[in-house]
């Protein structure tokens, strides 16, 4: 059987998919987006919580087909109410951004909820900023820290630079700046930018300049434009020459 056969409708790709076996019918929703997209309709309309996540994430991203937020946001709702946890912090992510819906932290809030207690690292990350913050939910940095914590011993990469940064700051635990310094590197060595350039700070507070260097380039070169210029500004506050230098052609090529 082909992966894109030419059926005519929905209802014919339903019934092939209502017979294909998991792994093959799992590896074919998986496939290129534009090649898949009909077999992910008809798998969404079929009730399929996989294919409706990933059918929001085309709509809202405009891949392999038109870019429809609020169709988006529809498809993550019909997941999330089978309990699909990146659904459920999809759902939240639309409502906190107003992507398909009007925005609102506070209605989001109770789907990051969901998502964080089922599991979900992203929603454990998104709810830390909420209830860091007091967006939508009481401030609450001692709970912040934790949800922050639960996504980063899940590998969270973003997570673990803002454990980092709550040791560091002290919000919502006591300063530590050897735990700081340890999810700094733990960030870093993940591949993530933030990470990356605090653990470049470290090392250039510690005086190891060589390191630190390394670690900002390598911060600078994955960040996106507005985050590199505003590393870059930073660098360029340095006490030490080599970073400004640094800096100074970063700002030079942007």
């Not at 964080?116 to 599991?119: K, L, W």
């Not at 380039?217 to 070169?221: V, W």
């Given at each position: 059987m082909d992966d894109a056969p030419a059926l005519d409708s929905a209802q014919a790709l339903v019934a092939v998919l209502s017979t294909m076996p998991r792994e093959r019918l799992e590896a074919l929703l998986a496939g290129d987006a534009q090649t898949a997209a009909p077999w992910i309709v008809a798998a969404a309309c079929y009730g399929l919580p996989s294919a409706q996540l990933r059918l929001g994430r085309m709509l809202l991203e405009g891949v392999g087909m038109?870019?429809?937020a609020e169709a988006a946001l529809g498809w993550f709702r019909h997941a999330a109410e089978q309990g699909e946890p990146e659904a459920q912090n999809m759902v939240g992510r639309c409502l906190e951004n107003g992507w398909g819906a009007p925005a609102s932290a506070a209605v989001a809030a109770p789907w990051f909820w969901k998502a964080?207690?089922?599991?979900s690292a992203w929603a454990q990350y998104n709810l830390g900023h909420l209830l860091l913050d007091g967006l939508g939910v009481r401030r609450d940095p001692v709970a912040a820290y934790g949800w922050y914590y639960r996504a980063a011993e899940q590998g969270h990469a973003r997570a673990m630079n803002l454990v980092g940064r709550c040791c560091e700051q002290g919000w919502g635990v006591t300063v530590d700046a050897a735990a700081a310094r340890r999810w700094y590197r733990r960030s870093a060595e993940a591949g993530y930018f933030r990470g990356q350039f605090n653990y470049a700070s470290v090392l250039a507070a510690e005086g190891r300049e060589h390191e630190a260097t390394s670690w900002f380039?390598?911060?600078?070169?994955g960040a996106p434009g507005p985050s590199r210029i505003a590393m870059a500004e930073a660098?360029?506050?340095s006490p030490s020459a080599a970073h400004r230098a640094f800096a100074a052609r970063e700002l030079a090529a942007c």
């Open positions: 038109a870019r429809d964080a207690e089922a599991g380039e390598t911060a600078l070169a660098l360029a506050a």
